[in-house]
């Protein structure tokens, strides 16, 4: 493959492929101040009462896992809220998964944080206990939007929350945001984007607002409020894409952007199908070509781990060709693309992959296939989905 053929992301088919042969942990902690409207993650609101017997439980399913042949090169604490628990926990939580499964020099231990949680003691705390990368739920830079997204902080909250982790020593900070609230303009977007860009933020994701069902945004909507706009949306993306590549921050992803060596481990390696272990309610995990899911709900997570019974919930073990098509989904999520292989051969071959070429929605870059639309990328997973084994 030239070297020029992902110029956006200097080693970005190394970067992504390498992920596959990595290891990884995530710790869900589902406490938050309020449930936002268009959340459906296993949350809850307040649970102050129920944080010491979570911690706990977290800590007993770590001690009773087993550890991967290699040491980890990413570990994320996500939620909910994971600073809704003290420093004390969330230390004593990292220092768990690092006693029993060994972290690799370097690897990323990535946090996320709501502005009005960020403290510099907090933050001073987290760092010391080996935390290096922290992702701050800013959403918005608009106090409206703020409001309809249900958020608790004010725009300038946002802002002094990076220059905390800077000064703190977190050697990678980012933002995240969301775009295509109804009644966010084209303007209120640019801004947002513009002041988060300006905070000097190594990373950036940005989500379109979607309606999930059973959140109260769904609800809302059903009753006749105003949905999220796609065109709109569309152009909300385009601007930026824009606005991120001229800060210097570049796609690697759908929804993702960094400077380089700032792209985050955890979701390449996921992305990459990768081997990855998640302790707590309804946290996901990866081992051995198997996938299995915890309990969502919060108390029936405490007790079953309390009363000495597995939480997991369920599971599946994936055929040949259902993870050849996987390999693909998640694969072409990313600005490198994937290696072609069996799947993609027959991809290009079908009628629908011929369509996507001749669109320049897909496009084959070598021995690779990546999506050079991204706003059409679930055109191409449904190209995938339709697939069938014997397809040519």
């Known amino acids: 493959m030239p070297a020029e053929a992902f110029p956006e992301v200097p080693d970005a088919a190394g970067l992504a492929d390498r992920a596959a042969g990595q290891r990884a942990v995530y710790v869900h902690v589902p406490f938050c101040r309020r449930v936002c409207p268009y959340c459906d993650f296993a949350v809850v609101a307040g649970g102050e009462g129920l944080m010491s017997r979570y911690s706990a439980a977290l800590l007993s399913e770590i001690h009773g896992s087993k550890p991967f042949p290699e040491p980890l090169t990413a570990v994320s604490l996500g939620g909910g809220t994971p600073t809704r628990l003290s420093p004390g926990f969330l230390a004593a939580i990292l220092g768990a ?176 199908r990768g081997e990855y272990e998640g302790f707590g309610a309804g946290a996901h995990r990866h081992r051995a070509g198997s996938r299995s899911w915890n309990v969502r709900r919060v108390e029936r997570y405490v007790e079953q781990v309390e009363q000495e019974v597995s939480p997991v919930a369920g599971g599946e073990t994936l055929g040949p060709w259902q993870r050849e098509q996987e390999r693909l989904l998640l694969g072409l999520r990313r600005a490198a693309g994937v290696q072609a292989g069996a799947g993609g051969r027959r991809l290009v071959a079908s009628a629908a992959g011929r369509r996507l070429i001749s669109a320049g929605v897909l496009e084959r870059v070598g021995d690779r296939l990546r999506v050079a639309l991204p706003l059409l990328a679930d055109e191409a997973a449904r190209a995938v989905l339709a697939l069938e084994e014997d397809d040519c």
Do not use: K
């Not at 987290?126 to 703020?146: C, E, I, T, W």
């Open 97 to 272: 998964v690092a006693g029993l499964f060994g972290l690799a020099p370097g690897a990323e231990v990535s946090i996320e944080a709501n502005p009005e949680d960020w403290s510099p003691d907090l933050a001073e705390a987290l760092a010391g206990a080996g935390f290096n990368r922290v992702s701050l739920g800013a959403q918005s830079f608009d106090p409206g939007v703020l409001w309809a997204l249900g958020r608790a902080h004010p725009p300038e909250q946002a802002e002094a929350a990076v220059a905390v982790a800077r000064r703190a020593g977190f050697r990678s900070v980012g933002i995240d945001l969301i775009f295509g609230t109804p009644g966010e303009s084209g303007a209120s977007w640019r801004a947002s984007v513009r002041r988060a860009l300006e905070t000097g933020i190594d990373h950036l994701s940005a989500y379109a607002l979607t309606v999930e069902r059973g959140t109260a945004l769904s609800r809302a909507v059903a009753a006749g409020a105003p949905g999220p706009d796609p065109d709109r949306q569309a152009d909300h993306y385009g601007e930026v894409v824009r606005l991120a590549s001229g800060a210097g921050l570049v796609r690697y992803e759908t929804s993702n952007f960094a400077r380089p060596g700032h792209a985050c481990l955890y979701n390449l390696i996921t992305w990459a």
